[in-house]
Nanobody, 117 residues
Framework: QVQLVESGGGLVQAGGSLRLACVAS????????MGWYRQTPGKQRESVAT???????SYADSVKGRFTISRDNAKNTVYLQMNSLKAEDTAVYYC???????????WGQGTQVTVSS
């Protein structure tokens, strides 16, 4: 199994910045792509950003130009730098690891991000 622990969430004013971190442990050699998702009450969890082992990234249209995902493979850590935050970015943010060989995805416990307008 792979365990994921997120940190860095909190309360910030609109226009501010936060940096989320997700540390992986366990069978980390099984990790393929990693990503960040977010969820608000009553809505489905949505993909925010993903990064492959080689560093290729993709972003939801709503965060392009404001959020940056990065990865430190040596530290088994993925980051999400969030700038120019908006009230609509308020959500619980989850870290995800896509695992090889048919293993089920791993998820972190989530970290709350609240942006006050």
């Amino acid at each position: 199994q792979v365990q994921l622990v997120e940190s860095g969430g909190g309360l910030v004013q609109a226009g501010g910045s936060l940096r989320l971190a997700c540390v992986a442990s366990g069978f980390t050699f099984k990790i393929n792509a990693m990503g960040w998702y977010r969820q608000t009450p009553g809505k489905q969890r949505e993909s925010v950003a993903t990064i492959t082992p080689s560093g290729s990234t993709s972003y939801a249209d709503s965060v392009k130009g404001r959020f940056t995902i990065s990865r430190d493979n040596a530290k088994n850590t993925v980051y999400l730098q969030m700038n120019s935050l908006k009230a609509e970015d308020t959500a619980v943010y989850y870290c995800n690891a896509d695992l090889r060989d048919g293993w089920p995805d791993s998820w972190g416990q989530g970290t709350q991000v609240t942006v006050s307008s």
